[in-house]
């Protein structure tokens, strides 16, 4: 009778601890949903997108979502500028780090890129190549934005001649967005005969690194005649324009494509506004025959790890030129477009002399300012 009863007393206790148990639980339930939704959604998306958009949203009672949301900024700022730091210290191991191959520096420029449009910002150029038209600057241009860490602007802005009115934020907003350890660069040739240019540029910054592509000024008229003709059939020929006198060898120096040529003239000019080491004179007749020298003095005067070498080139013969195997931004190999490098106009070698002629006294004095002989004469 006793076991029985401690049985039965067993059972009923048993029972109330599982009736027990489910109410508590159901409870707890009921609770949950009715009074902590809030805290059971919480993640920082959903709270990001409840907190007001305008910093005015004022009151006294908001100030604890507020702060709230604040302190979400400033993670989110701080989580950004983490990011970007990541960003730019992964981007400097990369470019550190030695390229094998033309195909590994285009990888490393192309993740530069996205990098630099996630978290670059559009900055005044540091370089610039000002000239001189038809010394080969497209080619320098080219050749120099596969390094990694150059970004250029791909047209010619003509800020410091024909747009310095806009101002210098026109002229930042065109430049593509650089990290800190990016250079940016752009090219205009005709700043390097544009007298008001040397101060304009030197008013943005005196630090600025001053690139000219120069070429036999005699090569150079005919290549700068060549085209002219090629947009305006109807102009005097070469010889008409070249001279005001041609049988006493007088040469008509108020002719842009002569007057481009006389170097040093143009020179004085730059170099009261620049110190001689920060402009770099590249050949434009070497940069033909060795792309890869050239371009290694280029990375050298920007301050640049040498990752453009003779890998990058490879000679045309269809083009007569030096081509880059793998350019920016593609995967093929790549030639200047057909404006560059054209079949010139056929000059008489007597004229070609009288010109040489002409150009010798301004050359040899651009030679000992440059302290580099360019074998033009
Ligand atoms: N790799 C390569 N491919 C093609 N062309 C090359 C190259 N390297 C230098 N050059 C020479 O560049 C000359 C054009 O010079 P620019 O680019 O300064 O011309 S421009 O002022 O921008 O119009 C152009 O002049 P022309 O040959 O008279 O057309 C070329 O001789």
């Known amino acids: 009778m006793a076991h029985r009863l401690l049985s ?12 027990f148990t489910v109410s ?58 983490a990011a970007a730091q990541r960003g730019a210290s992964e981007l400097r191991e990369q470019t550190r780090a030695p390229l094998p191959s033309a195909g590994h520096s285009a990888d490393a ?8 449009q996630k978290y670059g910002n ?18 320098v241009l080219e050749f120099i934005r596969i390094h990694p860490d150059v970004r250029a602007l791909g047209t010619e802005p003509h800020f410091f001649d024909r747009n310095y009115d806009r101002g210098l934020d026109w002229y930042r907003a065109l430049m593509p967005r650089t990290l800190d350890s990016q250079i940016t660069l752009e090219k205009t040739p005709s700043y390097f005969v544009t007298r008001e240019a040397p101060r304009r540029i030197a008013g943005m910054s005196h630090e ?41 060898g007088v040469v008509d120096t108020s002719w842009n494509a002569i007057r481009i040529g006389m170097y040093i003239l143009h020179l004085e000019n730059w170099l009261q ?43 045309n013969r269809t083009k007569g030129f030096p081509c880059l195997k793998k350019p920016e931004s593609s995967s ?6 057909k404006s560059k490098g054209r079949t010139h106009v ?24 440059v302290g580099q002989d360019f074998k033009w004469d």
């Open 8 to 19: 039965s007393a067993n059972r009923f206790s048993a029972r109330f601890a599982f009736f």
């Open 24 to 81: 508590l639980s159901c409870t707890y339930l009921c609770y949950s949903i009715l009074f902590c939704r809030g805290t059971v959604m919480t993640n920082q998306a959903y709270e990001g997108k409840r907190c007001p958009p305008s910093k005015n949203a004022g009151g006294k009672k908001l100030l604890g979502r507020l702060d709230h949301c604040a302190s979400l900024g400033v993670r989110a700022a701080a989580q950004e500028s």
């Open 109 to 116: 420029r192309m993740r530069n890129m996205s990098f630099a």
């Open 122 to 139: 559009k900055k005044l150029p540091n370089a610039l190549i000002v000239g001189v038209k038809k010394g080969g600057t497209r080619a």
């Open 208 to 248: 600025t690194k001053l690139i000219v592509v120069v070429r036999n000024p005699v090569t150079r008229a005919i290549s700068d005649y060549t085209q002219t003709l090629s947009k305006k059939p109807d102009i005097p020929t070469f010889e008409e324009l070249a001279f005001k006198n041609r049988s006493l």
């Open 273 to 315: 506004y620049f110190r001689p080491s920060q402009m770099h004179f590249v050949s434009g007749e070497r940069l033909i025959t060795d792309p890869a020298g050239e371009m290694g003095r280029v990375q050298d005067f920007l301050g640049l790890k040498r990752i453009i070498t003779d890998k990058h080139f490879y000679f």
């Open 332 to 337: 093929q190999p790549r030639c200047l477009g």
């Open 346 to 369: 056929q000059i008489e070698q007597e004229v070609i002399e009288q010109l040489q002629e002409f150009y010798r006294p301004f050359n040899v004095k651009f030679y000992e300012t």
